[in-house]
């Protein structure tokens, strides 16, 4: 629920611009480095994912993404949300979620695991600086802000495995 309708619009939109270039220099890592993780550690992740399936599921997450920021940056809503609601849940969200996720992977494997680098790099600082501003400028509460936190949790598996799927049936 946004509790202030006044914020610094020009760095919103800065913020929301952000997202698509980040995210994809995030997925890059994973994309070069996906399938010869999912070999080495075959006796513990039970399937397969090549190079390309991941590339256009990726692409497909990515165009969906960058759709909505799109729309925030004009003002309009994605998937039911308002502009402030939208970066909220995608960044602070479902691109934090997706980076602890690589670290508790980091943890478990005990080595490399793919979009750990950027994670901490990209992933990690965008969203904090993204949470602090929303916060800030009282666009959103705390509590909003790690609802969103574990609803990203939640759904980003999902999703990435629709969009597998969905490309494998393409591909």
């Given at each position: 629920m946004e509790t202030v309708k006044e914020y610094d619009e020009s760095k919103f939109k800065r913020i929301l611009l952000l997202f698509?270039?980040?995210?994809?220099?995030?997925?890059?890592?994973?994309?070069?480095?996906?399938?010869?993780?999912?070999?080495?550690?075959?006796?513990?992740?039970?399937?397969?994912?090549?190079?390309?399936?991941?590339?256009?599921?990726?692409?497909?997450?990515w165009i969906l993404a960058s759709i909505g920021c799109f729309r925030a940056f004009i003002g309009k809503r994605f998937i039911g949300m308002k502009p402030t609601s939208f970066l909220a849940f995608l960044v602070p969200g479902i691109l934090l979620a997706n980076g602890i996720g690589h670290l508790l992977q980091?943890?478990?494997?005990?080595?490399y695991v793919p979009g750990i680098v950027t994670s901490f790099i990209i992933l990690y600082p965008y969203s904090f600086f993204t949470a602090k501003f929303l916060i800030t400028e009282r666009v959103i509460t705390k509590k909003r802000l790690l609802n969103y936190l574990v609803l990203g949790f939640i759904i980003q598996v999902p999703l990435a495995f629709m969009a597998l799927y969905i490309s494998t049936l393409i591909l």
């Open positions: 698509p270039p980040l995210y994809l220099i995030h997925d890059i890592e994973e994309i070069i480095t996906v399938e010869k993780f999912l070999e080495e550690n075959s006796n513990i992740i039970p399937f397969n994912v090549t190079a390309l399936e991941f590339s256009f599921a990726f692409t497909l997450l980091f943890i478990f494997f005990k080595d």
